[in-house]
């Protein structure tokens, strides 16, 4: 089962640094497996009401991450991306990356 862990959504703004109205179309939804501290991300089109497939960002194995927007097409990501260094022993993540849209994260 499935558990909803929170989301994080993508708000863009203008020049003066004023949230865009209706900006907010991208969301990143944290999923548990059984309940547990482990996670995974998917992204979420708030308009179509479904998850994007076509360069989403989008982690599948179950980890303590996390992630912040930057922009609709970058976000920072600390996660475990089988690199020495990328968590502490708590398995808690220790380094963050910027991730754009299409590439891998590490």
Known sequence: SWVYKGSA?????DE???????S???TLISLSPGGSDAIVR????LVTKRFVNDKAFRLDDPSKSRCSWV????IFLG????QEGDM???GYPRRVR???RGLDPA
């Open 71 to 74: 922009d609709k097409d970058t």
């Open 88 to 90: 502490t022993s708590s």
């Open 9 to 13: 959504s993508c708000r863009e703004y």
């Open 79 to 82: 996660a475990d991306l089988g």
């Open 42 to 45: 998917r992204e979420f089109d």
């Open 16 to 22: 003066q640094n004023r949230p865009i109205k209706g």
């Open 24 to 26: 907010v179309t991208r």
């Open 98 to 100: 910027a991730w754009k």
